[in-house]
């Protein structure tokens, strides 16, 4: 069984058929912007049930937030995700990276595209086996058969002999092939969750101030496309102070909370898990703290 949540857009462009793959060994972390992340604005709608998205141990959003070091596990070797795009993409090429997971690196594995839904209209663009232990397995698609859409769906089956399955990335490279989502309006008081405490957040333009009250928490960044980018700075007790920054997306619900993914402004940050910092809107009003 599947957890689905639903999708918000629908599109209209053709897809463009399964297309003939060659082999590419370029590294998925380095060769140009990864659509399929959550930077890029990409979400993850879809993933196995009775999974926690919060839990960052083991998170689907793993998948997505471009570390080398982090990886999506879960019991079983079968697993099925679903990729919301920020918006419609060709797609030139696809990477997956299976670095330091061992047995639990997946063998087989399809990739299907749609622009109809995260439910329905998928068609093959991808299948195969994957290396154990290896980052940047790539597949370029020839040019004439690049094809479109704005869902993504992995099926991930078997592994190499573990009791436990876990993929460290999964990558997207190609263009962008329409604009059609207005900014979203982040304006407004919230209930951050995990002792976050209130939140505020005021917008203007694409730029966006605010505080919270764990650790005097204050922000400031843009929103670009479907994403707000914020500079995170919290003060202790003692006065010493942490950076970090944060991509956040609006949740699907239709209630207007918003999630995201946060990490230190330091090297090693890279080489951790992200915290995942939510928020359910309380009031349209910015407020103060």
């Known amino acids: ?92 090429r696809i990477a997956f990276d299976t670095g330091g997971i061992d047995r639990k690196s997946p063998k087989g594995f399809t990739v299907e595209l749609s622009n109809t839904s995260a439910s329905s209209g998928f068609e093959q663009v991808l299948s195969g086996t994957l290396r154990m232990n290896a980052n940047g397995q790539s597949f370029a698609f020839k040019p004439e058969d690049r094809p479109t859409g704005r869902w993504v769906r992995l099926t991930l089956t078997g592994n190499y002999g573990a009791e436990y399955t876990a993929l460290t990335g999964f990558h997207g490279y190609g263009r962008v092939t329409s604009q059609s989502e207005d900014m979203p309006d982040f304006s407004g008081s919230y209930e951050g969750r995990s002792g976050l405490g209130f939140m505020h957040i005021s917008q203007e333009g694409d730029k966006v101030t605010g505080c919270y009250a764990y650790q005097q928490g204050e922000v400031s960044g843009t929103v670009i496309g479907r994403v707000m980018k914020l500079n995170i700075i919290e003060t202790d007790s003692s006065g010493d102070k942490t950076y970090r920054t944060g991509f956040f997306q609006v949740e699907q619900d239709g209630r207007g909370g918003f999630r995201g993914l946060v990490r230190g402004n330091v090297p090693s940050a890279r080489d951790a898990f992200a915290d995942y910092y939510s928020a359910e809107k309380t009031s349209n009003n910015p407020g103060g703290c």
Do not use: C, H
């Open 1 to 92: 069984m599947i957890s689905l949540r639903k999708a918000r857009f629908a599109a209209t462009f053709p897809l463009i058929g399964a297309a003939m793959l060659i082999a590419a060994q370029a590294n998925a972390q380095t060769a140009g912007t990864d659509l399929f992340s959550y930077r890029a604005g990409a979400d993850m709608v879809e993933y196995p049930e009775g999974e926690s998205i919060s839990q960052m141990s083991s998170s689907a959003l793993n998948l997505m937030d471009e570390s080398p070091a982090t990886d999506w596990t879960a019991q079983g070797n079968r697993a099925v995700f679903v990729i919301e795009l920020a918006e419609e993409t060709e797609l030139s």
